[in-house]
Structures are given as structure tokens and as C-alpha cells.
């Protein structure tokens, strides 16, 4: 496939997607701006409805804060199962112990 066909396909694409449509009235909306925005790209992101650039920023801080959380939980998480784990193996043992002394265990296992 030659350059011209594909630069021809990709522009299809991006007009069957609705892309073209999108930009266009988002650059039409900034050129009748009459106090153009300081910052173009952040225009052009709100527009698109993309965060600001301190929503982003701020997103990201909770991210990281939620990633920390999780990564705490999962630790807790682990160890419980460890625990969980470590009492199954003991269960049976005391079961085991019970019925060797000939008594039968008090809440009916």
C-alpha cells in the first residue's frame, strides 16, 4: 500500500469515527473565541471534555493515594489468608488429637 492510500484510508477512518466532526467544531469554537484562552490545548481538551490541567492533576493525586490504600489492603489481605490457612491446618490436627484420647470433640466436628 503507497503513502497516498494509506494517508486516504487513515482520513476515512477518522471521518467515519467522527473524529474530523470533533475537531472541527472545537477549532471552529476557539477561532470565534473573542478573548482568546491562554492556554489553546487546555481550551481544546475542555472542549473535548478532558480534564483541566489542575483536575488532572488532582486525579492523579488520588490515584496514588488509592493505589497505596490498595496495596496496604492487599498485604492485610494476604496475611489473613495466611492466617486462615495456618488455622485449617490446625483444625484437623486438634480433631485428630481429640479422637486419639477417645473423647469425641465437644461441638460435634
Known amino acids: 500500500m503507497d503513502n497516498e492510500a494509506k494517508k486516504e484510508a487513515f482520513r476515512k477512518f477518522l471521518e467515519s469515527s467522527g473524529v474530523l466532526d470533533a475537531l472541527t467544531k472545537v477549532l471552529v469554537a476557539l477561532y470565534e473565541q473573542?478573548?482568546?484562552p491562554s492556554s489553546a490545548i487546555e481550551f481544546i481538551q475542555q472542549k473535548l471534555g478532558g480534564p483541566t490541567l489542575?483536575?488532572?492533576?488532582?486525579?492523579?493525586?488520588?490515584?496514588s493515594d488509592l493505589?497505596?490504600?490498595?496495596?496496604?489492603?492487599?498485604?492485610?489481605?494476604?496475611?489473613?489468608?495466611?492466617?486462615?490457612?495456618?488455622?485449617?491446618?490446625?483444625?484437623?490436627?486438634?480433631a485428630s488429637k481429640d479422637t486419639v484420647d477417645g473423647e469425641t470433640p465437644k461441638d460435634g466436628l
Open 54 to 63: 489542575p483536575e488532572y492533576k488532582s486525579l492523579q493525586a488520588e490515584m
Open 34 to 36: 473573542n478573548d482568546k
Open 67 to 94: 493505589q497505596t490504600k490498595y496495596n496496604e489492603l492487599l498485604v492485610t489481605h494476604q496475611k489473613t489468608c495466611q492466617e486462615l490457612e495456618e488455622l485449617r491446618n490446625l483444625q484437623p490436627m486438634a
